[in-house]
């Protein structure tokens, strides 16, 4: 099942035509938002609770509980951040930015924030004629494979992690070779690059330019995205024949040896393996599968890809400054959104079964003592409503990305 488009080469192209248990809300843009995103485990459930296969599998559930809330409270805190910081580009006040009484703040502060620039955008091409185009990079997401193979081998002592199945499904297994690698090498550059530009390229794309075309495009998507050939500079990725130089990183197929970054297969095991996919291990405890699919899911990072702003049209001297606002805000803080949509899209899958496998533990934990079944059912009062943060968080995630073309892209 796939719980995102993180990773898997989906574009995000708009028209606008328009490890160790933590406490949640700790440090951090989560801290405001710890109250909704579902409160925080005792000091004592991080602790030692013996070697049985019962311990096992309650300290790597509780471990994931923290992680887990911990991630819902932080993203929620991201996406009020870059809510807050794109209203202020749009010049809105602080009375505009506080929302409705009784919202939850990610709401309170993200929903006027959308409902503003989509009324900007389209005031902007009603009364100005122009034609704003904006294209931005998926997020790059990944996830740590060692990291999910020892917590199997934590929460399960039948399992050896060394020899765990460990698949990668719906992406690629990325990392360092030091031996042969074969499929792509990945490479940091600023200027030239004969292959697949991720980035920026300049001086023209003969091969597909996937973004903003600031130039002569040869074909374009229903969204009005460059989808074709650019004569001019590609604002997105170039698929080959990038003309000129390319800032990000540059994708050529692997010969051998790669200095970069090893995608696809490696003669040997890779070094710091990570999936761009799911990371799953079918043979794993089902409950063992859930806490340690929430925990590297909540130990996933989304980087955020560029965003561009294309404006096709002639911007009068009385609106500039407002079309300055727009392109700022937008540049500024949509590749948070989109990253934070991203990650979030794999938290309310994996929330949906940490929180079955809550329901089960205090009853099945008994043998541990009366401080073990407490810690169990802690953190099965907490989960549900961490998971009801994440639904509203991706809620806002998905109104706000949308509120360019008013459609989910």
């Known amino acids: 099942?796939?719980?995102?488009?993180?990773?898997?080469?989906?574009?995000?192209?708009?028209?606008?035509?328009?490890?160790?248990?933590?406490?949640?809300?700790?440090?951090?843009?989560?801290?405001?938002?710890?109250?909704?995103?579902?409160?925080?485990?005792?000091?004592?459930?991080?602790?030692?609770?013996?070697?049985?296969?019962?311990?096992?599998?309650?300290?790597?559930?509780?471990?994931?509980?923290?992680?887990f809330t911990g991630a819902a409270a932080g993203l929620e805190g991201s996406l009020i951040a870059a809510c807050t910081d794109m209203g202020r580009e749009l010049g809105m006040s602080d009375a505009e930015l506080a929302g409705q009484p009784g919202q939850a703040k990610v709401k309170a502060t993200c929903e006027p924030v959308a409902l503003k620039l989509q009324a900007e955008l389209s005031d902007l091409r009603a009364s100005a004629k122009l034609n704003i185009a904006v294209s931005a990079q998926p997020p790059e997401c990944k996830a740590k494979v060692d990291a999910y193979a020892s917590c199997v081998g934590q929460c399960?002592?039948?399992?050896?992690?060394?020899?765990?199945?460990?698949?990668?499904?719906?992406?690629?297994?990325?990392?360092?070779?030091?031996?042969?690698?074969?499929?792509?090498?990945?490479?940091?550059?600023?200027?030239?690059?004969?292959?697949?530009?991720?980035?920026?390229?300049?001086?023209?794309?003969?091969?597909?330019?996937?973004?903003?075309?600031?130039?002569?495009?040869?074909?374009?998507?229903?969204?009005?995205?460059?989808?074709?050939?650019?004569?001019?500079?590609?604002?997105?990725?170039?698929?080959?024949?990038?003309?000129?130089?390319?800032?990000?990183?540059?994708?050529?197929?692997?010969?051998?040896?790669?200095?970069?970054?090893?995608?696809?297969?490696?003669?040997?095991?890779?070094?710091?393996?990570?999936?761009?996919?799911?990371?799953?291990?079918?043979?794993?405890?089902?409950?063992?599968?859930?806490?340690?699919?929430?925990?590297?899911?909540?130990?996933?990072k989304c980087e955020p890809g560029k965003v561009h702003v294309a404006i096709d049209g002639a911007v009068d001297s009385n609106i500039e400054e407002r079309v300055g606002r727009v392109r700022a805000a937008i540049e500024g803080g949509m590749g948070a959104v989109l990253a934070a949509r991203a990650q979030l899209g794999r938290l309310a899958a994996s929330g949906q079964a940490i929180v079955q496998t809550a329901g089960k533990l205090p009853s099945a934990v008994g043998e541990l003592g009366l401080a073990a079944g407490a810690c169990a059912t802690q953190a099965a009062a907490i989960l549900p409503r961490a998971v009801a943060s994440v639904s509203a968080s991706v809620e806002v995630s998905v109104q706000v990305s949308a509120s360019a073309s008013g459609s989910v892209n």
Do not use: W, Y
Not at 17 to 41: D, R
């Open 1 to 67: 099942m796939v719980r995102s488009a993180c990773g898997l080469g989906i574009r995000v192209a708009i028209v606008l035509g328009l490890g160790s248990c933590t406490t949640v809300g700790q440090g951090g843009a989560g801290a405001e938002s710890q109250g909704s995103a579902g409160g925080e485990l005792g000091a004592q459930c991080s602790g030692d609770f013996g070697v049985s296969a019962a311990a096992g599998k309650l300290e790597t559930f509780l471990q994931a509980t923290a992680e």
């Open 156 to 300: 399960d002592a039948q399992v050896d992690p060394g020899k765990l199945d460990v698949q990668c499904e719906g992406g690629e297994l990325r990392g360092k070779c030091s031996a042969e690698c074969s499929g792509t090498c990945a490479v940091e550059v600023k200027g030239e690059c004969n292959a697949s530009c991720e980035g920026t390229c300049s001086g023209g794309c003969s091969g597909t330019c996937q973004g903003a075309c600031d130039g002569k495009c040869s074909a374009t998507g229903a969204d009005g995205s460059c989808n074709g050939s650019c004569k001019g500079e590609c604002k997105g990725s170039c698929s080959a024949g990038c003309k000129g130089s390319c800032e990000g990183k540059c994708v050529a197929k692997a010969k051998a040896s790669c200095e970069g970054e090893c995608r696809g297969g490696c003669s040997v095991k890779f070094e710091e393996p990570t999936c761009t996919g799911e990371v799953r291990a079918p043979s794993a405890n089902v409950d063992c599968q859930a806490s340690c699919d929430a925990k590297l899911d909540a130990q996933v």
